[in-house]
């Protein structure tokens, strides 16, 4: 693996404050979303981000940070990888990750590659259809990374994944354009073997990469980073300038 399942690290964080400006719409008359559009005057025409959010799904966290990617001339779609299933923050300690993947919370609604697959791509598929998407790309933060490095395969060009979760080392392999990682100096998911590894793998792919690590963080910080703790802060909103920034690089 290029990095290891999820564990409870994947739910533990800070709930944020803010209005979210977007809203839900539906893909594929289907599976829930949220969308984030920019200003007309803002906007960098056909380019837009599909947000792959953590266990979470669509919630404050990821909703405002889709609004910021609006505020940064990119409409953004947040697609509910979970069906409707997505999990509470900070989940007690020995919360059965395994279970909910394979059986969600009710045992009928699995969260496996073959269930969330075709959310994906119905969702790849709606950006450029709907919303007249050209230029493509990704970000995804714990278990949603996994898809947004998998579906470079559906029409991704370029990426952005932060300590990300389960992503095997062929998915890393299989990248067909550029992609930046945002890691954490304390994550049992994405320790510093494996990202080791992952520098390795990514060197083999001949494109463009990238991966800051960002001390005194855990797991999950570019998500639910605490606002109120400095290093955590820094560490959040430098996550996301790292991702405008190669966005505005590589996507543009």
């Known amino acids: 693996m290029a990095s290891n399942p999820p564990s409870q690290c994947c739910t533990v964080g800070v709930k944020h404050g803010g209005e ?10 289907k599976w829930d979303a949220y969308l984030a559009t920019p200003h007309p005057g803002s906007a960098h025409e056909g380019a837009g981000i599909l947000f792959c959010p953590d266990a979470m799904g669509i919630w404050q966290n990821s909703k405002l940070m889709a609004d910021q990617f609006a505020a940064s001339g990119y409409l953004c779609l947040v697609i509910d990888l979970y069906n409707g299933d997505p999990l509470a923050l900070n989940k007690p300690a020995g919360f059965d990750f395994a279970a909910w993947m394979h059986e969600g919370s009710d045992g ?52 952005f994944i932060a300590h990300p979760t389960f ?27 494996l990202r080791h590894k992952s520098e390795e793998i990514l060197q083999g792919t001949g494109h463009p990469y990238q991966v800051n690590l960002y001390s005194g963080v855990a797991h999950g910080y570019a998500v639910r980073g605490s606002p109120e703790i400095k290093v955590e802060r820094f560490a959040k909103e430098n996550a996301f300038a790292q991702a405008v920034t190669w966005f505005n690089e590589w996507l543009l």
């Open 167 to 193: 992503v095997s080392e062929e998915e890393l392999g299989e990248i067909s354009g550029p992609l930046s990682i945002a890691a954490a100096e304390t994550d049992e998911v994405f320790p510093a073997p």
């Open 108 to 159: 009928n609604n699995p969260h496996t590659t073959e269930a969330i697959d075709p959310i994906v791509v119905a969702a790849v598929e709606a950006m450029r259809r709907e919303y007249g998407i050209t230029k493509l790309g990704a970000v995804g933060y714990c278990f949603g990374a996994k898809y947004a490095v998998r579906h470079y395969k559906s029409g991704i060009q370029v990426g």
């Open 20 to 29: 979210p400006l977007g809203k839900l719409v539906k893909v594929a008359r």
